[in-house]
């Protein structure tokens, strides 16, 4: 029997239906073992269909077969749970992707609970367990399971790092202790752990003060932006009745003034009319008369002649023959200059007046920011034409736009993030600086010898509103650049592509006659491997990123 157990193992005497050690076996026809109640079960649920089927090689039998107890196997079973076989682990024992393998484990590995930083081994619950009885493990040091064992021992001692050196502020070894960092102050891990949690609480709390304080400042600036909401909504409805009602009151002075120069024309047309009636008249009766003296100029009868001459010579008198002078320019030429006139005042008007309610409007605000206003000349147009900062109501110093398409002063913005964080001080949205940077690509190259050779494609294209010329073409550009391989430069190398991906690298620069063309923006490049290993190199880097919120 114990020569059975040396060539049986724990898998040839599991049930392939529980999955666990055989309890009183039988064997069917086929040759294949199961527990007596898991292959009953099984075929419980046959009995309405009449056919009985192995589970494993599917070999069927029209009638249902006579359990019998294997005696023999049940007796290899009991044997080898005597000399240490124990039950096969359920399935989420083992381990799987992205768990820890017992080291202990022969076969399919069961999954680690802890390893030990003595053994540098780690094990599941079973082989854990003389960790826990046996005398010699009981100052072996556990911690939860992992990977990287090796992080938590010394490299040169390998001893298992026990001591916090506050000197050096770096991970020993009690080895490490005599030598590389005698004198130092150091102290144990749990000490050392005590200590930071203890500054961690004060830190916590404090950052707890804080939220508690931006909390009740963001509920503050919540109803400040309703009640800002509602005052304004009433002023837009304010507004609109006002001008409706002034665009009424210029409407009825336009009928007036209409209906005036209309009067006065009918009038003067009429008295013209009149002295046009009177003319012809005059005219109808010189024409009788002249007609009557050519007549009587031919008549042979002197004695008619004589006596007709003289009543058809009487001249008009002056009352019938009216005097009658024409201005050749008539026109209403000085009704439209007052007209003119009206209108320039009244532009003149609403420019002062518009000038006064765009002051009115910067001087309402929610947080404590400068409030001055604009000259009067610099009257705010519509949202295409803004050419200041929404915060200082001045013109842009280090212009710097978001993505909700607000823009502000870099002083102004980082003066509202200071106070209220990163958001947009006007929607209140995440913050974020976007550029006007077209189209293109960035892909990064690692040499070894020199460090990480940046490449940036962005082909021509055509200018948007957003660009010095939109509708225009522009050129594009090919270009690389050189960044120390190093840990620095791999983190300057993630905010590059953080601010390349927000449009903040390069920009569209107008030209004199020439097409314009796609230039780097102000955050420092180089093409010199020498000089981007200067030690300030990546520190001007950042510094411009930083300027951008880029961090």
């Not at 019998?68 to 399935?91: H, R």
């Not at 009149?274 to 002249?290: N, P, T």
């Not at 008619?304 to 009658?324: E, K, N, T, W, Y």
């Not at 190093?486 to 300057?492: N, P």
């Amino acid at each position: 029997m114990a020569q059975a157990a040396g060539l049986l193992d724990q898998d040839q005497l599991s049930c392939s239906i529980c999955l666990d050690i055989l309890k009183d076996p039988v064997t069917i026809a086929c040759g294949h073992n199961y527990c007596m109640g898991c292959i009953k079960g099984c075929w419980d649920q046959g009995d309405h269909t009449g056919v009985y089927s192995c589970p494993q090689c599917r070999e069927t039998f029209t009638l249902r077969p006579v359990l019998k107890k294997n005696t023999l196997l049940d007796e290899v079973v009991e044997q080898l749970k005597k000399t240490g076989l124990q039950a096969a682990p359920p399935a989420h024992y083992y381990a799987g992707p992205g768990d820890v393998e017992c080291d202990v484990c022969t076969g399919r590995k069961c999954k680690a609970v802890k390893s030990c930083l003595v053994c540098l081994a780690s094990y599941c619950e079973t082989h854990l367990q003389p960790h826990y009885e046996s005398p010699a493990f009981k100052k072996h040091n556990l911690v939860k399971a992992t990977e990287n064992l090796q992080e938590k021992i010394c490299s040169r001692h390998d001893k298992a790092l026990e001591i916090y050196c506050r000197t050096d502020q770096q991970f020993i070894c009690y080895l490490c202790t005599i030598e590389d960092h005698r004198g130092h102050d150091t102290a144990s891990v749990a000490t050392a752990r005590t200590e930071k949690q203890k500054q961690l609480g004060v830190t916590q709390s404090k950052f707890q003060q804080r939220i508690q304080e931006r909390e009740k400042e963001l509920q503050d600036l919540r109803q400040a932006v309703q009640s800002l909401k509602r005052s304004a909504q009433a002023a837009v409805e304010d507004s609109e009745r006002i001008f409706t009602e002034l665009i009424r009151s210029i409407e009825r002075r336009r009928s007036e003034v209409k209906e005036l120069i209309r009067d006065q024309g009918k009038a003067e047309v009429s008295r013209a009319e009149g002295l046009l009636e009177q003319l012809e008249q005059e005219i109808a009766e010189l024409r009788r008369r002249d007609a009557e003296l050519e007549q009587l100029s031919h008549t042979e009868d002197h004695i008619h002649f004589l006596q007709s001459s003289q009543s058809l010579c009487v001249p008009a008198r002056p009352g019938d023959l009216p005097s009658i002078t024409i201005n050749p320019h008539i026109s209403f030429e000085a009704v439209r200059k007052c007209v003119s006139k009206l209108k320039e005042r009244l532009q003149d008007i609403c420019k002062g007046e518009m000038s006064k309610i765009s002051k009115a409007c910067g001087a309402i605000g929610i947080y404590g920011c400068s409030t001055e206003t604009r000259e009067p000349s610099e009257a705010r147009g519509t949202a295409a034409e803004v050419k200041t900062c929404l915060i200082c109501m001045k013109p842009w110093q280090n212009k710097l736009r978001l993505m909700c398409t607000h823009a502000f002063c870099e002083a102004c913005l980082r003066d509202s993030v200071s106070r209220v964080g990163r958001q947009c001080p006007v929607c209140l949205k995440a913050l974020t600086v976007v550029g006007n940077q077209p189209e293109g690509t960035m892909t990064v190259e690692t040499r070894n010898v020199f460090g990480l050779n940046v490449h940036y494609n962005i082909p021509s294209g055509i200018q948007t509103e957003a660009h010095p010329n939109p509708g225009k073409p522009f050129t594009g550009i090919q270009t690389s650049a050189w960044l120390p391989k190093s840990r620095e430069g791999q983190e300057v190398l993630k905010l590059l592509r953080r601010a390349f991906g927000q449009k903040l690298v390069f920009t569209v620069a107008a030209t004199d006659g020439a097409e314009d063309r796609v230039i780097l923006n102000d955050i420092p490049h180089t093409r010199d491997v020498s000089e981007c290993r200067k030690p300030d190199f990546l520190q001007k880097v950042k510094a411009a990123l930083r300027a951008k919120f880029i961090e």
